[in-house]
């Protein structure tokens, strides 16, 4: 921890988690939600209250900020990003965040559903936190520490550097991004304006991750057209799409290939939404894997699924929509090794047991790794995400921040005149 200083990191969490800023897969706008926005002006705006002059929020909703160099000699300029949105996957919002002081171990009962129960038998993660001030929901919505904590975390750093002028460090970057969750989070990011060496996101779990490898993720739409008739005349006439959809599904395998059966390097085929009507429907699927070929043959055998489903059905016929959405920054990362050994060495020097992992999932820094800017992931807290179980400890977001100061002053160190 940073001796001698009064973080500001839980009134900010707490502060932000109670904007509804879910991102919005079906809206065409970018932010897809205007939540977000409200956020981003709120930083934005809180930095500048900071007295941080160099701030832009930008029309498509992303906060730039820069806090200058205190030494004066050539050091690596290290961008910091967060996300401000929360998933669609369970409600953001009305969110009441509750703060449980001096956690002993005893079952968290979450009081606006009590159903919702946060244990230590089933989440072992809470055995390491006794002594910890625990934040969740009340049990109806998410808490959005993904990425709220992440946020959070970055606008105290900001606070620290600013109220302690003395410390020695480069320049540094600051990033927020919308619709993360999405999978666009990065799609109008002007590195160039960016301006940074390499970076970090703050999108991480528990205490003394540190993530270089994430999945390769693909999103297929399928579009499936039957043939609709008056159904008080349609023998051997009508070809209904949402029964071929159906088929489709119960052909998808069971045993494997799906978030429920895999864990570790495992890959899965992910149907997400059903919508339409008898007469045409889409379904649409997430693909992932951690290599571009094991994503190719999961396509590969949705497709022939998908034939197989249609040649049932004579007269029907499909369209095929493919997104690439991100892809494994581990590649990149190979090529720049100091940006993980630098987090690494910050971790270890205050003390923490480093779980360098790979994500089954993706960050904003699988696509900036791709684009240019390596950048890893460091732990921000945030447990049982996307979930009405959320929460985070006070604790471990405080260490991130102990991290990223401790990252900036070895890289000062080490950076001779």
């Not at 500048?48 to 900020?65: H, K, N, Q, T």
């Not at 040649?311 to 100091?338: C, S, T």
């Amino acid at each position: 921890m940073l001796k001698e200083y009064a973080h500001t990191i839980e009134q900010r969490f707490l502060r932000y988690v109670q904007l509804d800023t879910q991102s919005d897969p079906a809206a065409d706008s970018f932010p897809s939600t205007q939540g977000q926005r409200q956020l981003a002006a709120l930083l934005a705006q809180e930095l500048r209250d900071m007295g941080i002059s160099d701030v832009e929020l930008d029309e498509w909703g992303y906060v730039y900020a820069t806090i200058e160099a205190t030494v004066n000699k050539p050091l690596p300029v290290i961008c910091f990003c967060a996300h401000v949105d929360t998933a669609p996957d369970c409600s953001g919002a009305g969110v009441r965040p509750m703060v449980h002081r001096n956690y002993q171990g005893q079952d968290i009962v979450l009081p606006d559903d009590p159903s919702q129960i946060i244990s230590e038998r089933e989440h072992p993660y809470l055995k390491e936190k006794h002594g910890h001030d625990i934040v969740t929901a009340s049990g109806t919505t998410l808490l959005g520490a993904d990425d709220k904590a992440g946020v959070a975390i970055i606008m105290d750093l900001a606070h620290y550097l600013v109220t302690h002028p003395e410390f020695p460090h480069g320049k540094v970057r600051i990033l927020f991004t919308p619709d993360e969750e999405i999978g666009k989070g990065t799609q109008h990011v002007d590195l160039k304006k960016l301006g940074a060496d390499f970076g970090y996101t703050l999108d991480g779990g528990d205490l003394g991750s540190l993530e270089d490898e994430s999945f390769c993720a693909d999103e297929i739409n399928v579009v499936i057209s039957g043939v609709i008739v008056h159904p008080g005349y349609a023998k051997n006439k009508m070809v209904n799409a949402l029964k071929i959809a159906a088929t489709l599904l119960q052909s998808l395998p069971t045993a494997t290939l799906s978030p429920e059966t895999t864990s570790g390097r495992e890959g899965f085929i992910h149907p997400i939404s059903v919508n339409g009507l008898a007469e045409s429907c889409s379904l649409h699927f997430l693909l992932r894997d951690f290599t571009v070929d094991g994503l190719h043959e999961k396509e590969a055998l949705l497709r022939n699924l998908t034939q197989l489903a249609i040649d049932r059905y004579p007269g029907a016929r499909y369209e095929w929509i493919k997104k690439e959405q991100y892809r494994n920054m581990k590649a990149v990362l190979d090529r720049h090794p100091q940006v993980v050994a630098l987090a690494k060495e910050a971790m270890e020097g205050l003390g923490l047991m480093v779980k360098q992992e790979s994500i089954r999932g993706g960050t904003d820094g699988s696509r900036l790794s791709v684009m240019g800017l390596p950048c890893a992931n460091i732990f921000a807290g945030q447990q049982l995400v996307h979930s009405r179980r959320e929460f985070v400890s006070v604790q471990d977001m405080q260490m991130a921040v102990a991290v990223l100061v401790k990252l900036l002053g070895i890289c000062e160190q080490r950076t001779k005149l």
